[in-house]
């Protein structure tokens, strides 16, 4: 919703929103209902803008358990553009625990943003990933990294996103519980040990949506 950063900066609650695409566009619109809402008729809200996340249970369109899905597969890796963009990344256990916090606890009327102090490009992420994956695939070193292949990058694709939590901490006293590292392989060990679950939703329509997003391009 707030745009795209260069290469230093954050995201504080008093940035403005710059969305890019209609879908940032759509969650920036709801935010301006809800604080429409708030100043015009009184309506008790707090609202929480956060990093992107990680953890069990996400689908698979997004990068890390697209990415767990195909290395497992032996599957190419579709990496955008040069891979250079930059994301923050947070265990989506702590983004709950925020929420709950914020929640209970938030200044009506506040907005608090959420985020890992975590950034990486994607393509130094999925790296990371490839050496996890071949020490616990018992793979070759290097194996998994030879399956990351280079797409076109997707339209309206923002550079970097990186979040001030610093008014969550200090207000709330809420911080990040877990470092990446320790997040990533928590992380790839539940999709390693669910490939029930992942074969189950990414059967049928899930494939044609694939197909579309990444192959056909």
Not at 154 to 172: C, N, P, Q, T, V
Request: aromatic share 12%.
């Amino acid at each position: 919703m707030y745009g795209s950063l260069g290469a230093t900066g954050l995201f504080t609650e008093t940035t403005s929103y710059d969305p890019r695409s209609p879908y940032s566009s759509s969650k920036a619109s709801s935010d301006h209902l809800v604080r429409a809402y708030h100043h015009t008729y009184g309506m008790p809200i707090v609202i929480s803008n956060c990093s992107n996340n990680y953890g069990p249970n996400q689908f698979p369109e997004k990068l890390i358990p697209l990415a767990i899905n195909n290395i497992k597969k032996m599957k190419p890796i579709p990496i955008y553009g040069k891979g250079e963009n930059v994301r923050d990344w947070l265990y989506v256990i702590d983004h709950a625990r925020a929420i709950d916090l914020i929640f209970h606890q938030g200044k009506n009327g506040e907005t608090y943003n959420i985020g890992g102090i975590n950034e990486w490009t994607n393509i130094d992420l999925i790296k990371k990933m490839c050496e996890v994956l071949d020490r616990k695939l018992n793979r070759t070193a290097g194996t998994c990294a030879s399956l990351i292949t280079y797409v076109k990058d997707r339209a309206g694709h923002d550079m970097r996103y990186a979040i001030d939590s610093s008014k969550l901490m200090k207000e709330l006293g809420w911080k990040p519980s877990l470092q990446f590292e320790e997040g990533i392989e928590k992380t790839i060990d539940w999709y390693l040990a669910n490939e029930k679950w992942m074969n189950n939703i990414t059967d049928g329509t899930y494939e044609s949506y694939y197909q579309q997003q990444y192959v056909e391009r």
